[in-house]
C-alpha cells in the first residue's frame, strides 16, 4: 500500500518528472502522426494501384500475345467460376508518340495499350480517371463536343488551379485548328507562286501541288500545338512554322480510297496519359502540348517476324489521369481491334484476333491469391503468367513497407531517448529520496516495495505520457488538414503542394493495432528506464541510506 | 484492534540478547571493528541506556539489533529466538511488528503527513486489499497516538510545518503504531532543546512505566541516561557495565 501512496506522493511533489515524459509524448505523437500519414499515402498509392490494374491480370509471355481471347475468357470464367466479375482483354505494345510543338517534333516512349472500350472501366477504375464527365460513364474513342472538365474532376471540390486549356477542346478546337492551317497553307502558295513568277526559287522547291485534302490530313497530323493560355490560337499565323521539309510520315493515310476532312472526321481516337500531353508550371496550372481533337502520330512494332516499324496517326479524344506519375506519363489507350489490326494480330486464315493479356476483376470478398492460384493451376505455367496487382506492384508496396518501417525505427529511436532522459531523472530521484528508502527500509518495507515505488512512478509517467501523446498525435492526425491550412496561412508558403503529389488534402489512416504498439512501447520504455533507478533503490543499504544527507 | 501477526512468541525470557557480537566496516584501507564481541540483554518491559562516546559503536549496535545490519559473528536472540540470521523476508516483517525506532534526525517522510508518517508502518504492514479492511482502526489508532502526544491539532501538517519536539514525537507515535515489543531509539533528543528533550523523555518513561514498553536508549548524554532502569557502557566495541 505504501508503494501506491508513496508513488503517488512522489508523483505530486516532483512535476519536474512530468518534463521528462514530454519526450515520449512528443515521440508518441510524432509516431502516430507519421504513421496515420504514411499509412494514408501508402492506402491512397494502393488504391490508385490498383485502380489502374485489375485485380488479376491474364497474360501471355510472349509480346506477340495469345489467341482467341474469347476462348481463354471462358477457360478463366470455368476456372475461376463465381468469383469472377468481369473481364476484359487487352493489347500492350511499347511505341513511340509524336506530335508537334511550335515546329518541333517531340517524341515519348509509351506503352501502347489496346483495350475494348465497352468493357475496360468495368475492370478497373479506368473511366474514373478521363476528363469528359460522358467518357467517365462510359468510354467512347469518338471524339466529344467539347464539355472537358475545366476543373480536376478528382479534388474533391478543393480549391485548385483550373484548366483553361480544355474549355475549347474537342471539335471546336480541331475545327478552328483546321481552318487556321487552310488559310496559312492557301498564304504560302500564294507566296510560292508569286516567287516562281519573278524566276527566283530560293529553296529550288519544284511546282506548288495543289492543296487537297490528302495535304490537309497530313498537316492536321503534324500540327502545332495548342499551349495551355491559348496564345497559339490568337497567334497571327506567320509565327507557325511551315511543315518540315522532309516529313517521315508523309506515307500516312487516313483511310484509303476516300477523301478525308479533318474539319468533320477524325482517324482512330487515343487516350493518352495527361502527363505525356501536359506539364504543370511553377504555379501549379496545367499546361498543355496536345488537347482531346489534335493528331499525333504513333510509331510501334508489327507482329511479324522480325518486327517492322508502323506508322499511324490517330486523334486524340481524352486523357487519362491516375494521378501516378509513372502511368500518366507512360500509358497510351487505343481501341483493341485497331492495334491489332495494325500490327497483324488478326490470323488471316482463322480471323481470330490475339491480345496479351486478360484483365480480371474479382467478385467483392474474392480471395485474390486464392483465385490467383486457381487460375494459375488452370493453366500452362510456361505459356501463362497470372499475378494480382500487388503482385504487380510488389517491389514498390514492398519499399514503401520498408520506408515505414524505417521510419518507425528510427522515431522509436526519439522514445528510447526519452527513456534515457527517465532514467537520468529517476536515478536523481533515487538519491534525493536515499534517506526516505532507509526509513521505509527500517519500518520494514521489502527491497521488491522499494523499487515497487520507482516502477509504480516510471509506469505511470509513461502512460501520463503516451496518454498525452495519443491524444496529441490523434488531434494532429484529425485536423491535419486544417493545420496545413493554418501553417500555409501563417508562413505564406504552401507546404503540401498537390501539384507534387497529387492529392489535394493530406490522407491519414488511423490504425488502432499501430498505435496499440506505439503505446505499448512507449510505456514499456518508461518502465524499462525505471528499472535501473528501482534497482538501486532496492540494494541499498538501509544503515548507509540512513546515514545519507 | 490491529492483529500484530508476532513472528516470535513472547514466552521466553530475556526480550532481547545479543551475544558476543562482532561487526567490522570496511574503512579506508582496513578494516574498523566497530564491534569487538558485545554481550548485552534486555529483560522484558526493561529500559536500558547504552551509552558511550562518538564512534563507540552503540549506532552500530542499535542498527544490529533493529536488524537493519547483521552482526559478521554473535548472535541476536528475541524471545528466546535467533533473528539475525533470517530471511530477508522474515527480518523485514519482524522490523515491521516487533520493533519501533526512533532517530535523532526524526527521519520522517516529507511527503507525508503527520497522520500518514504515523500510518506508514501499518502501510508497510498491510497490502492494497488488507489495507482497506484495517484503514478505519489504523486510523483511529495512530490519531489516538498523536493526541496522546498533544499533536491531536496537527494531524495533516506536513513535517516542515512542525518543531523539532513535534517531529520526534510523531516518530515516537509511528514507532509505536505497529505495537511493537521494543523500542530502540538513537539519541532521541539530540537535536532538541532542553526543554523539548526533556518532554520526550518524559514520555518514554511514560511508555516504559505503563504500557511496559521495552525500550533501548542510545545517548552520549550521562544525565538522559539516567532516566533508565540499567545502564551499559560502550567503550571501544565492549560493553562496561555500571
Given amino acids: ?549 | 484492534m490491529i492483529d500484530t501477526n508476532r513472528e516470535i512468541d513472547p514466552s521466553g525470557t530475556p526480550l532481547l540478547q545479543v551475544r558476543s557480537v562482532r561487526k567490522a566496516y570496511r574503512s579506508g584501507g582496513g578494516m574498523l571493528e566497530v564491534l569487538r564481541g558485545v554481550d548485552f540483554e534486555v529483560e522484558p518491559a526493561g529500559f536500558v541506556s547504552v551509552i558511550g562516546q562518538s564512534g563507540s559503536g552503540k549506532s552500530t549496535l542499535l542498527h544490529l539489533m533493529g536488524l537493519l545490519d547483521a552482526p559478521d559473528s554473535g548472535e541476536v536472540h528475541l524471545a528466546g529466538t535467533r533473528i539475525d540470521n533470517l530471511p530477508t523476508a522474515r527480518r523485514d516483517r519482524l522490523r515491521n511488528t516487533d520493533i519501533g525506532m526512533v532517530f535523532q534526525a526524526y527521519h520522517l517522510l516529507p511527503e507525508l503527513s503527520a497522520l500518514e508518517n504515523v500510518l506508514s508502518p501499518l502501510l508497510v504492514r498491510f497490502s492494497i486489499a488488507d489495507w482497506f479492511r484495517h484503514k478505519a482502526d489504523a486510523r483511529r489508532r495512530a490519531e489516538s497516538l498523536l493526541e496522546r502526544f498533544g499533536l491531536g491539532g496537527r494531524l495533516h501538517h506536513k513535517p516542515r510545518q512542525l518543531s523539532g519536539g513535534e517531529m520526534q514525537r510523531v516518530a515516537i507515535a509511528r514507532a509505536l503504531v505497529g505495537q511493537p515489543r521494543l523500542l530502540l531509539a538513537d539519541e532521541p533528543t539530540g537535536n532538541l532543546d532542553e526543554a523539548s528533550g526533556a518532554g520526550i523523555l518524559e514520555a518514554l518513561c511514560e511508555l516504559n512505566r505503563s504500557d511496559g514498553l521495552s525500550i533501548v536508549l542510545v545517548t552520549h548524554d550521562q544525565s538522559i541516561a539516567r532516566r533508565a532502569d540499567r545502564i551499559v557502557r560502550l567503550v571501544a566495541g565492549r560493553v562496561e557495565n555500571v
Fill in chain 1, 1 to 549: 500500500m505504501y508503494t501506491l501512496l508513496l508513488c503517488w506522493r512522489y508523483l505530486r511533489t516532483r512535476w519536474i518528472a512530468l518534463a521528462s515524459v514530454i519526450s515520449v509524448t512528443l515521440g508518441v505523437a510524432t509516431m502516430i502522426v507519421v504513421n496515420a500519414v504514411m499509412a494514408g499515402f501508402a492506402h491512397e498509392m494502393q488504391s490508385r494501384i490498383h485502380g489502374i490494374l485489375s485485380d488479376l491480370v491474364f497474360e501471355s509471355h510472349s509480346l506477340s500475345g495469345f489467341q482467341d481471347p474469347a476462348w481463354h475468357m471462358e477457360e478463366i470464367r470455368r476456372a475461376g467460376g463465381d468469383d469472377i466479375e468481369g473481364m476484359t482483354p487487352t493489347a500492350a505494345v511499347p511505341a513511340m508518340l509524336n506530335f508537334q510543338v511550335r515546329g518541333q517534333w517531340v517524341t515519348r516512349q509509351i506503352m501502347l495499350i489496346g483495350i475494348d472500350e465497352k468493357t475496360h472501366a468495368q475492370v478497373s477504375d479506368f473511366g474514373r480517371y478521363l476528363q469528359h464527365p460522358d467518357n467517365r460513364r462510359q468510354l467512347s474513342f469518338d471524339l466529344r463536343d467539347g464539355g472537358y472538365d475545366t476543373i480536376d474532376s478528382q479534388t474533391d471540390g478543393q480549391q485548385v488551379a483550373t484548366r483553361p486549356a480544355l474549355e475549347g477542346a474537342g471539335w471546336p478546337h480541331r475545327r478552328m485548328r483546321v481552318e487556321r492551317e487552310r488559310a496559312w497553307r492557301q498564304r504560302q502558295a500564294e507566296l510560292q507562286a508569286g516567287e516562281q513568277a519573278g524566276g527566283v526559287d530560293p529553296r529550288g522547291s519544284g511546282p506548288v501541288r495543289p492543296v487537297d485534302h490528302q495535304v490537309d490530313a497530313v498537316l492536321a497530323a503534324t500540327s502545332p500545338a495548342v499551349t495551355a493560355d491559348g496564345d497559339a490560337n490568337t497567334a497571327p499565323p506567320g509565327e507557325l512554322p511551315p511543315t518540315a521539309p522532309v516529313d517521315p510520315f508523309r506515307a500516312a493515310k487516313p483511310e484509303e480510297g476516300r477523301s478525308f476532312d479533318p474539319a468533320k472526321e477524325q482517324f482512330t481516337g487515343i487516350v493518352p496519359g495527361i502527363g505525356l500531353a501536359s506539364f504543370r508550371d511553377s504555379e501549379g496550372i496545367d499546361r498543355f502540348l496536345v488537347l482531346p481533337g489534335d493528331d499525333v502520330k504513333i510509331t510501334f512494332p508489327t507482329a511479324a517476324t522480325p518486327p517492322k516499324a508502323v506508322t499511324d496517326t490517330y486523334t486524340v479524344v481524352d486523357f487519362y489521369e491516375s494521378k501516378m506519375s509513372e502511368y500518366d506519363s507512360n500509358f497510351v489507350f487505343v481501341p483493341i481491334e485497331q492495334l491489332e489490326k495494325a500490327r497483324g494480330m488478326i490470323d488471316p486464315q482463322t480471323g481470330l484476333a490475339s491480345v496479351n493479356s486478360i484483365q480480371i476483376k474479382l467478385r467483392p470478398g474474392a480471395d485474390l491469391e486464392e483465385v490467383r492460384d486457381r487460375l494459375r493451376e488452370s493453366f500452362p505455367a510456361d505459356m501463362y503468367a497470372v499475378s494480382s496487382w500487388k503482385d504487380k506492384q510488389g517491389p514498390l508496396l514492398s519499399a514503401v513497407d520498408m520506408e515505414m518501417a524505417v521510419l518507425n525505427i528510427l522515431l522509436f529511436m526519439i522514445v528510447a531517448v526519452a527513456g534515457f532522459g527517465i532514467l537520468a531523472i529517476f536515478f536523481m530521484i533515487v538519491v534525493e529520496k536515499t534517506r526516505d528508502i532507509g526509513i521505509l527500509k527500517s519500518l520494514g518495507a521489502s527491497s521488491s516495495g522499494v523499487a515497487g515505488i520507482f516502477l509504480g512512478y516510471g509506469l505511470f509517467l509513461g502512460l501520463v505520457g503516451a496518454g498525452a501523446g495519443l491524444a496529441l498525435g490523434l488531434g494532429i492526425t484529425w485536423n491535419i488538414n486544417r493545420i496545413r491550412v493554418l501553417v500555409e496561412w501563417c508562413t505564406g508558403e504552401r507546404v503540401f503542394d498537390p501539384s507534387i503529389y497529387y492529392f489535394f488534402r493530406i490522407p491519414t489512416i488511423v490504425d488502432p493495432w499501430t498505435i496499440a504498439w506505439i503505446i505499448a512501447g512507449a510505456v514499456g520504455i518508461a518502465v524499462a528506464a525505471s528499472v535501473l533507478p528501482a534497482l538501486r533503490a532496492a540494494r541499498l543499504h538501509p544503515v548507509e541510506a540512513l546515514r545519507h544527507d
